[in-house]
C-alpha cells in the first residue's frame, strides 16, 4: 500500500487562526479524502480532494471553513480556517490506490489540532 | 444516503475466546464494505473488506460475514489476543454508476481482550 505522511502530526493553536494541514503520498493515487475525527467518535468525510478542481462537500462542510487544494496526484492540503475549540479534531487524509480496487481506502497518521 | 449502525459500542472478551461485531446498512447499492482497527493514538488501519459479490471471507484469525438480503455485515474474531484489543470500525460504500463511492463509517467497537 502507499506511504502517507502528514505534517503537522500535531498542532495547538489560537481561536479566530487558521492552519493548513499536508498530506503527501509516496505514489500517484486516484482519489484524496479529507476526514474528521473528534474525540472518541467515529470518522467523518469533510471532502473529496479533486485533482485540478474544486474540492467535493459533504453536507455540513463548506469551502470557506475548509479550503482544500490537489495541485497533483501525490499531494493535498486542507485548511482549517477561522478556528474555534469545536475544531478541536484528528484529521486524517486518505487515499484510494491508483490500479488497484477503486474503493479501498488506506489513512495517514492524521493530525491532532487542539483550539485553545 | 446511506446510514451505517455497529453493534455493541464496547465489548469484552477474555483472551481465547470468539468476538463478533454486527453492522447494519441501509442503502442497497452499497456493494463494498471494510473493517478497519484503530490502536489508541493511531490510525484506522483496514484489517479486511468483503465486496458484495462475495457471502464470506477469511484471513488467519479474522472473517467477515456479508447477508445482502438482510443488508447486515459481521466481523469474526478467533482466539482472541490482548493485541486485538482495540477499536473496530466497519464501514460501507456504493462504487460505480457514477458513484464516488465514500465510505459511510459506523460509530465503532471498543474490544477488550482480558488476558
Known amino acids: 500500500s502507499a506511504v502517507i505522511s502528514q505534517k503537522p502530526s500535531r498542532d495547538i493553536c489560537q481561536r479566530g487562526t487558521s492552519l493548513t494541514i499536508q498530506c503527501q503520498v509516496d505514489?500517484?493515487?486516484?482519489?484524496m479524502f479529507w476526514y474528521r475525527q473528534q474525540p472518541g467518535q467515529s470518522l467523518t468525510l469533510i471532502a473529496t480532494?479533486?485533482?485540478?478542481?474544486?474540492?467535493?462537500?459533504e453536507s455540513g462542510f463548506v469551502i470557506d471553513k475548509f479550503p482544500i487544494s490537489r495541485p497533483n496526484l501525490t499531494f493535498s492540503t486542507l485548511t482549517v480556517s477561522n478556528m474555534s475549540p469545536e475544531d478541536s479534531s484528528i484529521y486524517l487524509c486518505s487515499v484510494e490506490a491508483l490500479g488497484r480496487g477503486t474503493d479501498t481506502q488506506y489513512f495517514g497518521p492524521g493530525t491532532r489540532l487542539t483550539v485553545l | 444516503g446511506e446510514n451505517v449502525e455497529q453493534h455493541p459500542s464496547t465489548l469484552s472478551v477474555q483472551e481465547g475466546d470468539s468476538a463478533v461485531i454486527k453492522c447494519t446498512y441501509s442503502?442497497?447499492?452499497?456493494?463494498?464494505f471494510p473493517w478497519y482497527k484503530q490502536e489508541l493514538g493511531k490510525r484506522p488501519q483496514l484489517i479486511i473488506d468483503i465486496r458484495s459479490n462475495v457471502g464470506e471471507k477469511k484471513d488467519q484469525r479474522i472473517a467477515v460475514t456479508l447477508n445482502k438480503t438482510a443488508k447486515h455485515f459481521s466481523l469474526h474474531i478467533t482466539e482472541t489476543q490482548p493485541e486485538d484489543s482495540a477499536v473496530y470500525f466497519c464501514?460501507?460504500?456504493?462504487w460505480g454508476g457514477g458513484s464516488q463511492g465514500n465510505l459511510i463509517f459506523g460509530k465503532g467497537t471498543k474490544l477488550s481482550v482480558k488476558p
Open positions: 480532494a479533486n485533482q485540478g478542481s474544486e474540492a467535493t462537500y
Open positions: 505514489s500517484q493515487v486516484t482519489m
Open positions: 464501514a460501507a460504500s456504493a
Open positions: 442503502d442497497s447499492a452499497s456493494n463494498y
